[in-house]
């Protein structure tokens, strides 16, 4: 099991590369809010779906208040990521937009730092600055 959140991190890294390249056919002569709301139901009921597989849906009854709110954050957040990223797909080059999203690696070991007292490290510090000349490079 030690390994499996690294298989599954991989995984998560395939389908969201899988994503880009079908969102942008997908997108062609489609609003950009409409066909984030269309990827949004079908992602609603493949996770529903998972809970009644996995028949975890009891457990909706335990979720504290913080959980709720946080979640409900966490959602809203990734609604607006979604409706940016899909406007920016449908306007720009994805070779050239998901570059820039992944800057969202950055953001996170800041915020994680910030909010949640994970440590930085040599190592995550000089991966970050790799990271954004890798982004540059990319871009420009």
Not at 5 to 18: D, M, Q
Not at 44 to 69: D, H, P, R, Y
Not at 112 to 121: G, R
Request: hydrophobic share 60%; glycine share 8%; net charge positive.
């Amino acid at each position: 099991m030690k390994i499996m959140w690294f298989i599954l991190a991989l995984l998560s890294a395939v389908f969201a590369a899988f994503t880009s390249v079908l969102a942008k056919i997908g997108i062609d002569g489609v609003n950009s809010s409409l066909a984030t709301a269309v990827r949004t139901v079908v992602v609603l009921f493949m996770s529903w779906a998972m809970v009644f597989i996995t028949n975890s849906q009891g457990g909706i009854t335990e979720i504290s208040k913080k959980s709720w709110i946080f979640l409900i954050l966490s959602g809203l957040a990734t609604g607006a990521s979604w409706l940016c990223y899909y406007k920016a797909i449908g306007i720009g080059q994805v070779s050239k937009v998901v570059p820039i999203d992944k800057l969202s690696i950055i953001f996170t070991f800041i915020l994680a730092f910030v909010f949640l007292h994970e440590k930085l490290t040599v190592k995550s510090v000089i991966g970050c600055i790799l990271i954004c000349i890798g982004t540059l490079l990319t871009v420009l």
